[in-house]
C-alpha cells in the first residue's frame, strides 16, 4: 500500500513554506507521493488574486526539480466552491482506492476544521496530518474538536501505512514567517522576496506582471 500525501491551498504565489510543508511531510512520513492541489474557489476565504492558469504553472515551476511532488488539478477542473471532502471523495474513487491517503494541513488550519463541510467525514477517506511549528502559542479549539482528536490521534506511523484512512497524526516542521499574502503585499510595494519563493516563480511572476494592482 502506497502513501499519498494530500497539499490543498490557493498557492497564490506558491513559496518556501508549501514547499517545505510537502518535503517534510514526505521526509517524516516516507511518503511515496505528495500531490499539492491548487483550489478552484476556496470555501473560507477570499477567491484567489492570480487566475487558475497562472497558478497552475507557478507550482509546476516550483516543484519541477523536487522529487515525489506532483501537482493535481481536479478541483481547478471542476466548477464551484472547492470543498475537502469532495476532493478526497474524487480521489479515492477515481485514483487511489488501495493507497492511503495523508491529509496534510497546518496547526491553524487545523484548528478551524470544524468549521468545514462535512469534517467528520474527512478521516473516513483519509488520515490527517497536522503540522505544528514549534513556538506557534496554542489556541482555543471546540470541545468537540478536541474529543475528536482523542479519539482518532496516534503517534503509531505504521498505523497510517497499514490503513486507507482513519488515524490523525501530529508533526512537527520548522517555522516559516511566510504567506502569500505577505508575499503579494511585498511585491506590490517592491520590497524584497526573493528569498521568499522559488526563482523560477518570482520570474514567472514579474514577467506576467502578476500582483501589481492589489495584495
Known amino acids: 500500500m502506497r502513501l499519498i500525501g494530500i497539499l490543498g491551498g490557493t498557492f ?24 499539492l492541489i491548487p483550489v ?11 487566475a487558475a492558469t497562472h497558478r497552475r504553472i507557478m507550482i509546476k515551476l516550483a516543484i519541477n526539480d523536487e522529487p515525489n511532488l506532483c501537482i493535481d488539478l481536479r478541483e481547478l477542473e471542476s466548477s464551484g466552491v472547492s470543498y475537502t471532502i469532495n476532493t478526497l471523495k474524487s480521489l479515492r474513487r477515481q485514483d487511489f482506492s488501495n493507497d492511503a491517503l495523508c491529509l496534510i ?3 491553524d488550519a487545523f484548528n478551524k476544521i470544524d ?19 514549534p513556538g506557534e502559542p496554542d489556541e482555543i479549539i471546540s470541545a468537540e474538536l478536541i474529543n475528536w482528536i482523542e ?4 503517534n503509531d506511523r505504521a498505523l497510517l501505512q497499514n490503513n486507507l484512512s482513519g488515524y490523525i497524526y501530529f508533526i512537527d516542521i ?15 510595494e517592491y520590497k524584497a522576496v526573493e528569498n521568499l519563493l522559488p526563482s523560477t516563480t518570482l520570474t514567472y511572476i514579474k514577467d506576467n506582471e502578476l500582483y501589481l494592482e492589489t495584495a
Request: hydrophobic share 35%; proline share 8%; net charge positive.
Open 40 to 50: 478552484n474557489i476556496p470555501p473560507h476565504r477570499s477567491p484567489p488574486v492570480a
Open 151 to 154: 479519539m482518532h490521534q496516534t
Open 174 to 188: 520548522p517555522k516559516l514567517d511566510i504567506s502569500s499574502s505577505m508575499i503579494r503585499q511585498s511585491y506590490l
Open 115 to 133: 468549521s468545514w463541510k462535512d469534517w467528520q467525514q474527512l478521516l473516513n477517506y483519509a488520515h490527517i496530518i497536522v503540522a505544528n511549528r
Open 12 to 35: 497564490d504565489p506558491i513559496h518556501h513554506g508549501h514547499i517545505r510543508l510537502a518535503i517534510e511531510a514526505r521526509e517524516q512520513l516516507e511518503l511515496d507521493q505528495v500531490r
Open 105 to 107: 494541513i497546518g496547526r
